[in-house]
């Protein structure tokens, strides 16, 4: 069964607007990472937040991280056409055998 | 050339054939797993392997098999495919050795089975 759950499942903004996806889980965790796939590629690493983290910076993306209630966002600022793709978390279990569970995602079109 | 490369890219097959989906990668990575891509479904774990020695089994292999040639490479096989094996399918790597424990993706294989 999946960890992470997206949330929304789908945005639609316009470029230079922010955008933020959420992300929910189940279990304990070691790290959640952030994904992002274009349309029918490979994923790519974004971002990684350790379970004794709140929040972590890379350029234009935020990442926050919430275990009391088991959530995390991904914040996109000033967003560009470039940046339309889905956008995916993914939780490595504490104690677990350090394979990644990934959620449904959340798919993002930013409008020029 | 791509660190992670997938062959074949694309392929339709017949229901009750014997498929195999390569990878093969560059990166001296450990790790190594086997994805699967539905719509609206994500990615789930079919197989993982952390050496040549170590087969693991993820949330969903039934109908499938792995085989870790070398720490190079790690084949996916669909003994006998079935339509609701009609899928994107990706290859992983990780480093051991890294603390972030990111995941590098293959560009994907597209089954479709009739």
């Known amino acids: 069964s999946q960890q992470g759950e997206e949330d929304p499942q789908a945005l639609s903004i316009q470029e230079g607007e922010n955008a933020t996806m959420n992300c929910s889980y189940k279990t304990s965790i070691n790290n959640l990472q952030w994904y992002r796939q274009n349309s029918g590629r490979g994923l790519v690493h974004l971002i990684l937040?350790?379970?004794?983290?709140r929040e972590k910076h890379s350029g234009r993306l935020r990442v926050t991280l919430d275990t009391s209630k088991k959530s995390s966002s991904l914040l996109i600022t000033a967003s560009r056409a470039a940046d339309t793709a889905s956008y995916f978390c993914?939780?490595?279990?504490?104690?677990?055998?350090?394979?990644?569970?990934f959620g449904k995602g959340t798919k993002l079109t930013v409008n020029p | 050339d791509a660190d992670v490369t997938q062959t074949p890219r694309n392929r339709i097959t017949k229901t009750g054939k014997r498929i195999m989906l390569e990878c093969s990668q560059t990166?001296?990575?450990?790790?190594m797993y086997w994805y699967r891509q539905d719509p609206g479904l994500g990615l789930r774990l079919i197989y993982y392997s952390f050496d040549v020695k170590d087969i693991n089994k993820g949330e969903i292999s039934d109908g499938y098999s792995v085989s870790r040639q070398a720490q190079a490479k790690f084949s996916l096989s669909l003994e006998s495919a079935i339509p609701n094996q009609t899928a994107l399918y990706f290859c992983a790597t990780s480093d051991l050795r890294s603390e972030k424990r990111e995941l590098f993706f293959g560009e994907g294989s597209r089954l479709t089975v009739l």
């Open positions: 993914a939780t490595m279990t504490q104690g677990g055998s350090e394979k990644l569970v």
């Open positions: 990166k001296g990575h450990d790790r």
């Open positions: 937040i350790r379970s004794n983290e």
